[in-house]
């Protein structure tokens, strides 16, 4: 997971990423200023670009900031490729449990379905990252998916890097009507029935560490 800031330096810079990650999942990117994410950081104008230039560089590294830690969390080894990774089936109730405690952080999951459909367009600055985020998502979890068919008795006759993209999909999905009425939508139960339909369910467990995807 990310490391807790410690200068002064990284303090004021954990600040700022938390203002615009606030305000970018408030009002999307476009609408959000500089000088507003510095205001909403207790900083001047001037102050806040002594630490991030430009408005594009900001949304990133907020970007960024949340997929290393949910990252360090599912699939440890795309940022340590020594790393061991936990079994599949672990990795799996990671996964479902990182939708449910998305439930428990609205502003996040505002964050990524307002700039994933915004990013739609190849003009905008978040387009590539989240291309490349979808790409390494469909191929992390179609390798993990495919472990767990290939190991199920009897196997499971389903192409994994298909349900991946469903699973995906219904992630997507989710997060949006969640998003509309919180209430009339469990993320969590509708992920484990929708994996328990390919024989893979998935045991409850007690909270640990890590968040994600949207």
């Given at each position: 997971m990310s490391k807790e800031p410690r200068t002064k330096g990284e303090r004021t810079r954990a600040r700022i990423l938390d203002s615009a990650a606030e305000l970018f999942s408030r009002s999307g990117f476009n609408a959000v200023s500089l000088r507003e994410i510095a205001a909403c950081a207790?900083?001047?104008?001037?102050?806040?670009?002594?630490?991030?230039?430009?408005?594009?560089?900001?949304?990133?590294?907020?970007?960024?900031?949340?997929?290393?830690?949910?990252?360090?969390?599912?699939?440890?080894?795309?940022?340590?490729?020594?790393?061991p990774e936990p079994p599949p089936a672990e990795r799996l109730r990671r996964v479902v449990e990182l939708v449910g405690r998305n439930s428990r952080t609205p502003g996040l999951v505002g964050l990524y379905a307002?700039?994933?459909?915004?990013?739609?367009?190849?003009?905008?600055?978040?387009?590539?990252?989240?291309?490349?985020?979808?790409?390494?998502?469909?191929?992390?979890?179609?390798?993990?998916?495919?472990?767990?068919?290939?190991?199920?008795?009897?196997?499971?006759?389903?192409?994994?890097?298909?349900?991946?993209v469903q699973l995906l999909a219904?992630?997507?999905?989710?997060?949006?009507?969640?998003?509309?009425?919180?209430?009339?939508?469990?993320?969590?139960?509708s992920v484990r029935d929708f994996l328990g339909r390919y024989g893979l369910p998935v045991e409850r467990e007690t909270a640990r560490g890590g968040r994600l995807t949207g």
């Open positions: 207790g900083l001047t104008h001037a102050g806040l670009l002594h630490h991030f230039p430009g408005k594009e560089q900001l949304l990133l590294e907020v970007l960024s900031r949340r997929d290393e830690t949910d990252a360090a969390w599912l699939f440890p080894r795309i940022l340590e490729p020594a790393a307002k700039l994933s459909a915004e990013a739609s367009g190849p003009d905008h600055p978040a387009h590539h990252y989240f291309v490349e985020r979808y790409r390494r998502l469909r191929a992390e979890l179609g390798a993990l998916l495919g472990a767990l068919f290939a190991a199920a008795d009897p196997p499971v006759r389903a192409e994994p890097q298909a349900v991946a219904l992630l997507d999905g989710l997060q949006t009507q969640w998003l509309l009425e919180p209430g009339a939508v469990s993320m969590e139960d």
